[in-house]
C-alpha cells in the first residue's frame, strides 16, 4: 500500500513532505519525471565519480581495445567555418 505525502507551499516552490521512512541522510536529491511520475534519488558524490574514473583510467585499456583500428572519416572542407576561426 503506498504511503501519503503531504504537499505544501515553500515561498514561490511546492514542496513535499516525506514520511519518515522515506527520509534521506544526504543534503540534496535529484529530480527525475518518468511519465507522471517524479522521481527523488540522493544526489551522487562528484568526488566519488572522479575516483572511479581515475581507477579506471590508471587501469588502462585492454589489449584488445581497438585491435582492429579506427575508421576515421576523411578531412572535410569548410571554408565557412575555417574563416569563422581565423
Known amino acids: 500500500m503506498p504511503h501519503i505525502a503531504k504537499v505544501f507551499q515553500s515561498g514561490n516552490s511546492q ?12 543534503d ?11 522521481i527523488l ?10 575516483t572511479s574514473l581515475r581507477a579506471a583510467i590508471e587501469r588502462g ?16 572542407n569548410r571554408p565557412d567555418l575555417d574563416r569563422a576561426f581565423q
Open 15 to 26: 514542496a513535499v513532505r516525506l514520511p519518515k521512512d522515506f527520509r534521506f541522510a544526504v
Open 28 to 38: 540534496e536529491v535529484e529530480v527525475l519525471r518518468e511519465g507522471d511520475s517524479v
Open 41 to 50: 534519488r540522493p544526489r551522487p558524490d562528484a568526488s566519488k565519480r572522479w
Open 61 to 76: 585499456f585492454s589489449a584488445d581495445f581497438m585491435a582492429e583500428g579506427r575508421e576515421q572519416p576523411e578531412e572535410q
